[in-house]
Nanobody
Framework: QVQLVESGGGLVQPGGSLRLSCAAS????????MGWYRQAPGKQRGLVAA???????NYADSVKGRFTISRDNAKNTVYLQMNSLKPEDTAVYYC????????????WGQGTQVTVSS
């Protein structure tokens, strides 16, 4: 059983930055795609960014140029650096592990709230 634990969410003003972290249990981390998804109230959960074991990435159009996903396989951790945050980035952010950069796998973290507001 894989466990994913997110951290780093919080309240930030528009234009500010946050860095989310997701720590994964188990030794299989380095072989899989890691993704960040988000869900705002009343909306479906959608992909924010994903990264393969080799470091290839993809991003939702709405966050390109502002967010950066990275991973440290030695620490079993994936990060999401979020800059120039906007109110529309407000959501619960979830970490996911799977086999695709476009379709989530079966394991999710508990989520971390990001609120962008003045």
């Amino acid at each position: 059983q894989v466990q994913l634990v997110e951290s780093g969410g919080g309240l930030v003003q528009p234009g500010g930055s946050l860095r989310l972290s997701c720590a994964a249990s188990g030794s299989i981390f380095s072989r899989y795609v890691m993704g960040w998804y988000r869900q705002a109230p009343g909306k479906q959960r959608g992909l924010v960014a994903a990264i393969t074991s080799g470091g290839s990435t993809n991003y939702a159009d709405s966050v390109k140029g502002r967010f950066t996903i990275s991973r440290d396989n030695a620490k079993n951790t994936v990060y999401l650096q979020m800059n120039s945050l906007k109110p529309e980035d407000t959501a619960v952010y979830y970490c996911n592990i799977g086999n695709s950069r476009y379709v989530p796998g079966d394991y999710w973290g508990q989520g971390t709230q990001v609120t962008v507001s003045s």
